[in-house]
């Protein structure tokens, strides 16, 4: 498997593309605090910056990326779904 995310602390929910997943993929993410790895099966394609899912996220739950909430999903995100403004709403101005 490819190394293709990091993520940023171990209580985050997401992990950064560092290259351009293909869907059905399985790719290496390593924890930027100690290198640890874990791997996950893209369902979608997802670009190089945005986020994929490293666990299943209910509909309404607070998303973490950073070891903060970064925002809410809107919809169900299964594991290894592309995560961005089409299932997740910023919760900063509220």
Known sequence: ???KALIH???DFVAVATDDIQKGEEIVAVFMD???QTSVRSKEDIAL???IALRNIG???KVIEYGDVIGAATKDIATGE????HNLKSLRWQ
Not at 82 to 85: A, E, K, N, Q, S
């Open 1 to 3: 498997m490819i190394t």
């Open 9 to 11: 602390a171990h209580p």
């Open 34 to 36: 100690d290198d640890k």
């Open 49 to 51: 910056g945005h986020k």
């Open 59 to 61: 509909k309404g739950e």
């Open 82 to 85: 592309h995560v961005h403004v």
